[in-house]
């Protein structure tokens, strides 16, 4: 398992798996915004941790059509399925290891974006924290869409559409904990809602993801 992982994150930083691609495109679009919606700091301090909540969303997805296409073209994904290692356990190694590349990174990296759109400094702790909880939730998620579409050709736009309605109650969750936080108020029970998606996803999806692979390798 553990040597698994270590390929993966191997792979994900040396080999194209998005580890730079998502943090470029995550502070591309926060440079964007403004252009987008205008300078006033105002306006962007109101929107500034739904739009920073989005954009790690964003940048999650460019690199989830990877997660088991590599695996799949190489032959690697049929020697894994006739390994000891169960597939539940697989998908579940590949969801922590999106997360550690691309996740965990968007999480430092917003602290510091969050300084472009002018984010109130009460927002802080908790928009760390919700995405820090939160994330987890979207690379499972497409570790889950990317079973389902592996093996298809430019099936990363259909990854997308697969996978977006799913990342909505994370979104919805995640970016009103940051906004109740950076307007004073408790934020306390849709960080809760977030943390529970994310424990209800790893609970369930690997099993999902697995079932997934099988019917696609058969």
């Given at each position: 398992?553990?040597?698994?992982?270590?390929?993966?994150?191997?792979?994900?930083?040396?080999?194209?798996?998005?580890?730079?691609?998502?943090?470029?495109?995550?502070?591309i679009f926060t440079a964007l915004v403004p252009f987008g919606v205008g300078p006033e700091t105002g306006r962007l301090s109101e929107m500034a941790a739904g739009l920073l909540w989005l954009g790690a969303l964003l940048a999650c997805l460019l690199s989830l059509d990877r997660i088991f296409q590599l695996d799949w073209e190489d032959g690697t994904l049929d020697l894994l399925a006739t390994s000891p290692l169960p597939l539940e356990s697989v998908a579940a190694l590949k969801a922590?290891?999106?997360?550690?590349?691309?996740?965990?990174?968007?999480?430092?990296?917003a602290p510091?974006?969050?300084?472009?759109?002018n984010l109130p400094g009460a927002a802080y702790p908790w928009l760390i924290?919700?995405?820090f909880v939160g994330t987890p939730a979207?690379?499972?998620?497409?570790t889950f869409g990317a079973a389902l579409t592996v093996g298809i050709k430019r099936g990363g736009l259909l990854l997308s559409l697969l996978v977006l309605p799913l990342?909505?109650?994370?979104?919805?969750?995640?970016?009103?904990?940051?906004?109740?936080?950076?307007?004073?108020?408790?934020?306390t029970t849709p960080l809760a809602l977030t943390a529970g998606i994310t424990l209800g996803a790893a609970a369930l999806l690997?099993?999902?993801?697995?079932?997934a692979l099988r019917v696609n390798l058969r």
């Open positions: 398992m553990i040597g698994l992982l270590k390929r993966d994150l191997a792979l994900a930083i040396r080999a194209g798996g998005g580890f730079g691609l998502s943090l470029a495109f995550f502070l922590l290891a999106h997360w550690l590349t691309t996740g965990l990174p968007l999480v430092a990296a510091v974006l969050g300084i472009l759109l924290a919700s995405l979207l690379s499972i998620i497409g990342y909505v109650p994370t979104l919805l969750f995640g970016a009103l904990a940051a906004t109740r936080g950076a307007q004073g108020l408790d934020a690997p099993f999902a993801a697995a079932a």
